[in-house]
């Protein structure tokens, strides 16, 4: 699969791009220029060399704000998903195989939760259990979680009726040894590529609730959060939101890209599309070498 | 045939399925024996349910009523766990149609034919892959093919070593459905001849098809279905030559042969008119 | 020879997608009311010939070679244009899975209305009568009713029977039915049989019947072709190919059958060594 993967062109775009965000993730704070929270008298400054992406509302770099921002933008994403990846996708399996009763109950709650309406429940959830970083995170994770039961459960649904799953229950196989030895690998590309969306919608949500104040107090810089602080003063800095938007926007393209390129590299269709892509470019480049023989339209295609 | 126990007897079963008002029954007092080493032809068309009750005997459905008796051990009365615990013994195997479809993709020929020992426990991994590779000489597999995916190798050699698995566990009976109609005919033809050479007084094979014609060669007797009911159970010649049901002359009219040629037409259709208003 | 319907001279079908030839040298002739029998495995080109008789070869698929004459006219450089012509009302076809060939959201009665109301330019009454009398004629015992079902409430053979009645609703002079019988049940596939048989001695249909078995091709057809590998190992009377193969390949098949099917106790009624 990895082989595939590196002969599309957009995995290496979407992994450029996310190498990078990654990087401001984890050395965003060290890469800060100058003290994110300090503010100046230079007020609503335009770009300079001292202040690359000029300053805001109380003075402060807004280059140094975006770095110092992205370790809980960046981690927030990753954390959304990997909750939401293990309240989902466990059960998700689960309920194949631990009988209708489970089945049923799991089902409910899934669509409760699809029918949540996201903001609404994230501020229920920081009323109930504090307004902070972790908190918002939790209730995304867990609002997203419906993805991810519905892959896993469908991916295991698919697998469990097969045949061969049957020939090994037919030899004694137990429900573990059939989950491990078959139904796991199968359900892995398919969540992989969940949770590379599920990382980008992660981010602009979490963006989004930083811009309502939601999960992170005000001094400490997030992307949502300057953002929102952008838009008071688009009096004064029009082109101000642009910085964080970009970076919002590039991110979660290239998450999806991944997201794209998983499932053409992993799925039996992607694995096809490659092969007749190879195929094709191999039988225009001889036909171009020898000579040219008319072609006919073929209707199939 | 009657003077010996027999290895699988199957008394008076009532199979159903689906739930609620959509329930049906698909197998009404399904009654036969298979003796050691006999092979045995079970025939019926699409919803005969020739499958449902290969499924009953290997434990995937639940009959309603009768009993299933393997070497007289009453399989209807097992629980899960001593299901798991017979099958771990590996004496009744079982061979699905498509073996693209009954072997795991993404597992190695060697890993797929192995699974059944391993699952068992108790041998090392070297113990295992000798009897894989000794396995893969019956069947006529090439051990270079161990490490290859099913998808990797022709459809005749993945029935191969679908059978290779069946056969890992020394079983005392086959069940075998449709084994050789994915095939062309050039492996058709191995494949039965390699069943052919196996049957022997040390397993039994039970084989399902919707065609007489495909397995009749190597059928000692021939169980005919017809819509849920045995309507017939003789030995192949006589069957073929002296069928007594309307419906197994019809299935033994409608067989293609290279000779009957199209003038039993009218033969075909006034069975067919019989079978309709019964 | 003038009620030779097709004729094939020297069939070459090149593949560019491997750059093999899909299909080689393949000839015959055909009349009205004839059958003929292709045999052969998948691969062996047997589909891909019955395509470039329809002129619907698949994307890389080429025509390099050869002549098709259709009714006296050769048909190997139509334009699309022309082809949409001739398909469906002088060369007809079946496939294998009926199913897939019918819009599940439709009665097939419609279906097959259609078709007479664009082939036949019937008016919507006059092709709902007419609908009704081919799926009589296609021994449909209660066309009423046949005629309001969805694909998915009737059976395979049913189903390959409401489609051979479409193929054959513009009155063309060929069907060609490439492994029709295969997915069904042996005695559906005995009536679908018995039904071309049928339509070719009723009709004057000439007819190309193309499967994996050579015993469900000896049915019906006069004249065998087998192929494999895109190249024709056995071209004769159905009896010669039946009783005096000359190739391998021909008596692999026929072996088949004498060692595992029907044969084996029709000739000799002895118990098994």
């Known amino acids: ?301 | 045939m009657t003077d010996i126990a027999p290895l699988l007897s199957v008394e008076g079963v009532d199979v159903h399925y689906g739930r609620g008002a959509r329930r049906k029954q698909a197998i009404h007092a399904a009654d036969f024996a298979i003796a050691p080493g006999e092979v045995v032809g079970l025939i019926g068309e699409t919803g005969s349910g020739k499958s449902t009750l290969a499924r009953a005997i290997i434990g995937l459905v639940r009959p309603e009523a009768g009993r299933i008796a393997f070497h007289e051990e009453d399989l209807t009365a097992l629980t899960p766990a001593k299901w798991r615990a017979f099958r771990r013994t590996g004496v009744i195997q079982y061979v699905f149609q498509d073996p693209l479809r009954s072997l795991d993709p993404d597992m190695t020929l060697h890993d797929s034919v192995a699974e059944p020992l391993l699952i068992r426990g108790g041998l090392t991994r070297a113990q295992i892959t000798e009897k894989v590779r000794r396995q893969f000489g019956k069947v006529l597999l090439d051990e270079t093919l161990l490490s290859r995916l099913p998808g990797q190798v022709s459809g005749g050699q993945r029935q191969r070593a679908a059978i290779a698995r069946a056969l890992l566990t020394e079983p005392r009976l086959l069940i075998l459905d449709e084994p050789v109609s994915a095939l062309d005919s050039a492996n058709r033809v191995q494949i039965l001849e390699l069943l052919h050479a196996l049957a022997g007084p040390d397993v039994a094979l039970l084989f399902i098809s919707h065609d007489l014609g495909s397995v009749a060669g190597i059928t000692d007797r021939v169980i005919v279905l017809y819509r849920g009911r045995i309507v017939e159970v003789d030995r192949t010649d006589s069957i073929i030559n002296r069928p007594a049901h309307p419906y197994t002359k019809l299935l033994v009219g409608s067989a293609p042969t290279l000779t009957a040629g199209g003038s039993d037409r009218q033969w075909r259709d006034r069975l067919r008119a019989e079978l309709g208003a019964a | 020879m003038s009620d030779t319907v097709l004729a094939v001279d020297d069939l070459t079908v090149h593949n560019h997608l491997d750059d093999t030839p899909a299909v080689s040298g393949v000839s015959f002739e055909l009349s009205a009311g004839e059958v003929l029998g292709i045999v052969g495995e998948s691969g062996s080109g047997k589909t891909i010939t019955c395509r470039a008789l329809l002129g619907v070869l698949p994307d890389l698929f080429e025509v390099t070679g050869g002549a098709i004459r259709l009714l006296g006219r050769d048909v190997t450089s139509l334009t699309e244009r022309e082809w949409t012509q001739l398909r469906g009302s002088r060369i007809s076809a079946v496939f294998q899975d009926p199913a897939s060939y019918l819009n599940p959201s439709i009665p097939v009665g419609k279906q097959l209305e259609e078709v007479l109301r664009v082939k036949n330019r019937l008016r919507r009454k006059d092709a709902r009568a007419k609908a009704m009398e081919l799926l009589a004629a296609v021994h449909i015992r209660d066309p009423e009713y046949v005629y309001q079902q969805f694909p998915h409430e009737l059976s395979g053979g049913m189903l390959q029977r409401v489609l051979i009645t479409t193929a054959i609703a513009p009155e063309p002079a060929i069907l060609i039915a490439d492994e029709a019988t295969t997915a069904l049940d042996v005695t559906v596939q005995a009536e679908i049989i018995d039904l071309l048989a049928d339509l070719a001695e009723r009709l004057g249909l000439a007819l190309i019947v193309v499967s994996h078995d050579l015993a469900v091709v000896a049915q019906l057809c006069q004249q065998i072709i087998v192929l494999r590998g895109g190249l024709v190992v056995e071209q004769g009377a159905t009896d010669q190919v039946l009783f005096s193969p000359r190739h391998e390949y021909t008596r692999l098949l026929l072996e088949e059958h004498h060692r595992f099917g029907l044969e084996r106790f029709l000739t000799s009624t002895e118990p098994r060594p």
């Open chain 1, 1 to 301: 699969m990895l082989s595939r993967l590196v002969r599309l062109p957009s995995f290496w775009v979407a992994a450029v791009i996310l190498l990078l965000v990654l990087l401001l993730g984890v050395f965003g704070d060290v890469l800060a220029p100058s003290n994110p929270l300090k503010g100046s008298s230079e007020v609503l400054a335009a770009p300079s060399l001292a202040h690359p992406l000029g300053t805001d509302y109380l003075g402060r770099d807004v280059l140094s704000r975006i770095l110092a921002g992205s370790p809980v933008s960046v981690l927030g994403a990753i954390e959304v998903a990997g909750i939401a990846l293990v309240v989902g996708s466990i059960p998700g399996l689960l309920s194949v195989y631990l009988g209708r009763a489970f089945e049923w109950l799991t089902l409910r709650i899934i669509d409760t939760l699809i029918a949540l309406p996201f903001l609404v429940f994230a501020v229920a959830m920081t009323a109930l259990l504090g307004n902070g970083i972790n908190q918002a995170m939790l209730s995304v994770g867990i609002l997203l979680a419906p993805v991810f039961y519905r892959v896993a459960r469908a991916a295991a649904l698919q697998v469990s009726s097969s045949p061969y799953v049957e020939a090994a229950t037919l030899s004694g196989a137990s429900a573990s040894w059939v989950l491990r030895r078959h139904i796991l690998p199968k359900v892995l590309a398919p969540l992989g590529i969940s949770a590379a969306g599920a990382a980008g919608t992660g981010l602009v949500i979490v963006a989004s609730l930083t811009f309502l104040g939601i999960g992170v107090q005000p001094p400490a810089p997030t992307w949502g959060g300057i953002l929102a602080s952008d838009l008071g003063y688009l009096d004064y800095q029009p082109y101000a939101p642009v910085f964080p938007i970009v970076l919002i926007v590039l991110t979660v393209l290239a998450l999806n890209l991944l997201a794209d390129v998983l499932r053409d590299a992993s799925g039996q269709s992607g694995r096809v599309m490659l092969k007749k892509r190879a195929l094709r470019r191999a039988a225009k480049k001889r036909r171009r070498s020898s000579a040219p023989i008319p072609q006919r339209a073929g209707e199939l295609t």
